[in-house]
């Protein structure tokens, strides 16, 4: 005990009347703490009184000054008939106002948007919260300089500075990883042409590649075009229907998501979901694309049997296999 009034008390001290020469801590609450001109402690000279009342030290003399003193009679007495409840000296600015300095209700109210303005942008949960104790600080601080805590005393200066410390280094603790997710997609299109079917895609983000879903598509190509073969071939081309397979990634530190879904498409270029993240879902949609084209008349006429089979089996996930 002897050794932290010998050392953290001190240290204490220059700080609260440190912060009390720029206003930041009343003069009163530095008393009460057992700091200040009454206090006996090492003593601070004011910011205000450096430079012989001049420079910068008489530019922010203005911070130690009490927010009420700033105000002529004609302000207190305009605010006094504001409310009809109280007296008129409560409802006075200095009334209003307490003992507050322009420094500490500056300090209270920068405290207070830096950490709403935490609260909105961070991205971390640790961000968040320290926004919010910077916020309840802030307003401990100055709820403390305008007479409005009584039951926490001396305290409740410190308390609300302390809290908000606690909010400016919660976030340094609890830092979450850098961002570092990253999208990427690719879309590959199986269409009917003058020279049979044939593949084009394209592929956006880091690492996105669709080479490989094109030579599927290809593969899937050359299976339909063989089912057209075995029933005399392609007879009008407009009739023929196509194929798309996306797909979509997300990706992290340690993480990775993907999504692939296959659409089929009309001879008009409008697009039907068919499935999506199910094993051999291009197989079903190949067949989904061959039997659409062949009931539409792309291989010519069909026998009424044919048509019938081939209807019965649309609703199902068939495959060319």
């Not at 609450?29 to 009454?38: E, I």
């Amino acid at each position: 005990e002897l050794l932290a009034l010998g050392t953290i008390r001190p240290v204490i001290g220059m700080a609260v009347e440190g912060m009390s020469s720029v206003g930041l801590v009343s003069p009163n609450t530095a008393r009460q703490m057992g700091y200040g001109g009454s206090g006996g402690g090492m003593g601070m000279p004011s910011l205000g009184g450096m430079g012989g009342g001049s420079g910068f030290g008489s530019s922010l003399g203005f911070l130690n000054q009490p927010i009420a003193n700033s105000f002529g009679r004609d302000i207190n007495a305009e605010i006094a008939n504001w409310s009809t409840y109280g007296t008129p000296q409560q409802n006075s600015m200095g009334g209003l106002m307490g003992d507050m300095s322009w420094g500490q209700g500056l300090a209270g109210v920068a405290t207070m948007g830096m950490g709403a303005y935490s609260m909105a942008t961070s991205k971390s949960t640790a961000g968040v919260i320290g926004g919010g104790l910077s916020m309840l600080g802030g307003g401990i601080g100055m709820a403390s300089a305008m007479g409005l805590l009584p039951m926490l005393g001396a305290a409740a200066g410190p308390i609300g500075m302390g809290i908000g410390m606690l909010g400016a280094i919660l976030p340094m603790l609890f830092a979450s990883e850098p961002d570092t997710r990253t999208h990427s997609s690719t879309n590959a299109s199986l269409r009917y042409g003058a020279g049979g079917y044939g593949t084009s895609g394209g592929a956006w983000g880091p690492g996105a590649n669709v080479s490989q879903s094109q030579s599927a598509l290809g593969s899937v190509g050359t299976s339909i075009s063989g089912v057209y073969d075995l029933l005399g071939g392609v007879k009008d081309p407009s009739r023929v229907w196509g194929m798309d397979l996306s797909s979509w990634t997300a990706s992290g530190q340690n993480w990775s998501y993907t999504s692939n879904a296959t659409h089929l498409v009309d001879p008009s270029g409008n697009r039907t979901a068919w499935r999506m993240n199910e094993s051999g879902m291009v197989d079903t949609a190949s067949a989904q694309v061959a039997m659409r084209s062949i009931l539409g008349g792309a291989v010519g006429t069909i026998t009424a049997n044919m048509r019938t089979a081939v209807t019965s089996m649309l609703p199902a996930t068939t495959t060319l296999q």
